[in-house]
């Protein structure tokens, strides 16, 4: 099935089937008509390794990841690929910090970076459900 065709998720609760994705002019996927639960599950699921890093609480990152895409991926398409994409990045995380050297100083470019993406990606897929893709991330889970 192509891109722009209409598909139907599990994202309305009873209203009337909807197409789930929309692709902009500008090539971005999006799902416009979100539950407020499944906004608020994508807005939080992005803050949460920003808030983790900014407080120091390194376990929290992985935890309210886990947590989230876990219990919701089942309830909406966008919230399992968006679970996904954070995974990925929590990983990529991982293997520049246990390459000696070069992965430390990747690390000092890729932090900042995606600590902006976090941002970006809870503004997106808040606002107008975009399906949000971080930069410098490896693609381990798809």
């Known amino acids: ?30 799902q416009p008509s979100l539950c407020g639960v499944a906004k608020a599950v994508l807005v939080g699921s ?21 947590l989230f895409w876990g219990i919701m991926k089942d309830e909406s398409k966008i919230i399992d690929d968006q679970g996904r994409e954070l995974m990925n990045v929590m990983l990529t995380f991982v293997v520049l910090a246990v390459i000696p050297i070069i992965g430390w100083l990747a690390l000092l470019v890729w932090i900042p970076v995606t600590l902006i993406s ?3 990606g809870a503004i997106a897929t808040g606002r107008r459900g975009e399906y949000f893709r971080y930069p410098m991330t490896i693609r381990f889970i798809t």
Not at 8 to 15: A, C, I, P, R, V
Not at 46 to 66: M, N, Q, R, S, Y
């Open 1 to 30: 099935m192509a891109m722009n065709e209409s598909r139907q998720d599990g994202d309305s609760q009873g209203e009337a089937p909807h197409p789930s994705y929309v692709v902009d002019p500008s090539g971005k996927i999006r």
């Open 46 to 66: 992005h803050l949460w390794p920003f808030i983790g890093a900014v407080t120091g609480t390194f376990p929290l990152l992985w935890i309210g990841v886990i």
């Open 118 to 120: 976090a941002i970006r």
